[in-house]
Nanobody, 123 residues
Framework: QVQLVESGGGLVQAGGSLRLSCAAS?????????VGWFRQAPGKEREFVAT????????YYSESVKGRFTVSRDGAKNTVYLQMNSLRFEDTAVYYC???????????????WGQGTQVTVSS
């Protein structure tokens, strides 16, 4: 079973940047799957943020983060990154990474999830 661990969250001022990491315990299978990022703010439903294909050649973003966030992966390190620039107060949420078989914005398509990392943007 794959275990995913997110890191890199924290407190940042609006307009600042953070880079989240998602590390997998099983590199052998991690590199064969798509990885998605989702977030959940207090009192709100979980929402899709970004996803990257197993090869890294295809990415897809939600409209709310397009142009500000970049998802990438390093196969040698079994890690997927989410570079977040120009952060806004409304980006405040717990961010989760998840492994899935398909490049999708649907959380139901993802099988393994990390525990999440908190991102707080002060206005």
């Amino acid at each position: 079973q794959v275990q995913l661990v997110e890191s890199g969250g924290g407190l940042v001022q609006a307009g600042g940047s953070l880079r989240l990491s998602c590390a997998a315990s099983s590199g052998r299978t991690f590199s064969r799957y798509a990885v998605g990022w989702f977030r959940q703010a207090p009192g709100k439903e979980r929402e899709f943020v970004a996803t990257i294909s197993w090869s890294g050649g295809n990415t897809y973003y939600s409209e709310s983060v397009k142009g500000r966030f970049t998802v990438s992966r390093d196969g040698a390190k079994n890690t997927v990154y989410l570079q977040m620039n120009s952060l806004r107060f409304e980006d405040t949420a717990v961010y989760y990474c998840a492994q899935g078989s398909y490049l999708s914005d649907d959380a139901e398509r993802y099988d393994y999830w990390g525990q999440g990392t908190q991102v707080t943007v002060s206005s």
